[in-house]
């Protein structure tokens, strides 16, 4: 679903998510914890890249997907 490579700390990341490679990137961050005997584990994507509107203007898109328990969201806007 998601792949990040970083050649070093401060390079830019190369970003594929489901399986499309992710261009012009703005922010990029990736948040796990682990289950708990209260909790179950916790997945949070954030992408955001620049794109264009139906018009030819550049604008940000933003992808993001939370799991919290079995409950998955993914929203694009």
């Known amino acids: 679903m998601l792949q ?3 050649d070093e700390i401060n390079s830019i990341p190369e970003v594929y998510y489901k399986g499309e490679k ?3 990137r ?3 961050s990736f948040d796990w914890e682990t289950a708990t005997y209260y909790d179950e584990s916790k997945a949070n994507i954030l ?3 620049g794109v264009k ?9 933003t992808i993001e997907t939370k ?3 079995k409950i998955i969201t993914t929203l694009v806007y």
């Open 22 to 24: 992710i261009t012009k």
């Open 26 to 28: 703005i922010k990029v």
């Open 4 to 6: 990040i490579t970083l």
């Open 47 to 49: 992408i955001k890249r």
């Open 67 to 69: 799991k919290q328990g």
């Open 53 to 61: 509107d139906s018009l030819g203007s550049p604008t940000v898109e």
